[in-house]
């Protein structure tokens, strides 16, 4: 897993974002928490002081690892996927991936791996951009551009952009049932609302920047 660093940006401007709209996500009974790109330890320092759950991260960037070890109680640095097969088996509560999936090469085999770290009743826990965002969406269909941007939507180090439809697909691709998703971060002007009833709802997704997912193990069949 690796995020690369846009050059405008800061570690702390980039890997310091708080994400407070994403606790309420969190299990509260959540004891033992995994943060795949875990940035600085700012989300993970919000989980342990609303639950007192001992928080784990990942991170590539090895600044904000350091940053990350110094709040948390254990921090690996380095990429994701090779780093995930250290943590201990059926051990976690929840599974954190703010703004990380879209940044991945292959974000199902993630998915698919991190999925024995978690104990029966774990859940993976995401913040997904939403590429049919009404905004972007009228970059690419009205102004007929796809900008490369150093934060939102057009991250330039986005790899993979997702809809609503395609974040379900991809949970259950990797072995997870979607336990709730729900829009968040919501486009609410006056444009956004006359463009969803002129299509009869059919851009109601639109509204939302990202989704919130939360998905659980499925049992697979032997």
């Given at each position: 897993m690796m995020r690369i660093l846009p050059e405008s940006k800061s570690v702390t401007e980039y890997y310091g974002h708080q994400r407070p709209e994403m606790l309420r996500f969190i299990p509260p009974d959540a004891q033992r928490v995994l943060e795949l790109g875990c940035g600085e330890g700012v989300f993970g320092a919000a989980i342990k002081d609303s639950t007192g759950a001992e928080v784990w991260g990942i991170e590539y960037n090895e600044e904000a690892a350091q940053r990350a070890g110094g709040i948390l109680d254990h921090v690996l640095a380095g990429d994701a996927n090779q780093r995930i097969a250290e943590l201990p088996d059926d051990y976690f509560d929840a599974v954190?991936?703010?703004?990380?999936?879209?940044?991945?090469?292959?974000?199902?085999?993630?998915?698919?791996?991190?999925?024995?770290?978690?104990?029966?009743?774990?859940?993976?826990v995401a913040s997904i951009p939403n590429i049919r965002y009404l905004p972007a969406l009228g970059k690419v269909v009205f102004r007929r551009d796809f900008p490369q941007e150093d934060f939102g939507i057009f991250d330039r180090t986005?790899?993979?952009?997702?809809?609503?439809?395609?974040?379900?697909?991809?949970?259950?691709?990797?072995?997870?049932?979607?336990?709730?998703?729900?829009?968040?971060?919501?486009?609410?002007?006056?444009?956004?609302?006359?463009?969803?009833?002129?299509?009869?709802?059919?851009?109601?997704?639109?509204?939302?920047?990202?989704?919130?997912?939360?998905?659980?193990?499925?049992?697979?069949?032997?």
């Open positions: 954190i991936c703010n703004d990380v999936l879209e940044h991945l090469v292959d974000p199902r085999d993630t998915l698919t791996r991190v999925r024995c770290k978690l104990n029966p009743r774990g859940v993976v986005h790899l993979r952009f997702f809809t609503r439809s395609s974040m379900v697909r991809m949970f259950e691709d990797a072995g997870y049932s979607m336990r709730r998703i729900k829009g968040i971060n919501p486009f609410l002007g006056p444009f956004g609302a006359l463009f969803i009833a002129l299509s009869l709802g059919h851009f109601a997704d639109g509204v939302f920047l990202q989704y919130a997912c939360v998905a659980e193990k499925r049992e697979l069949a032997t």
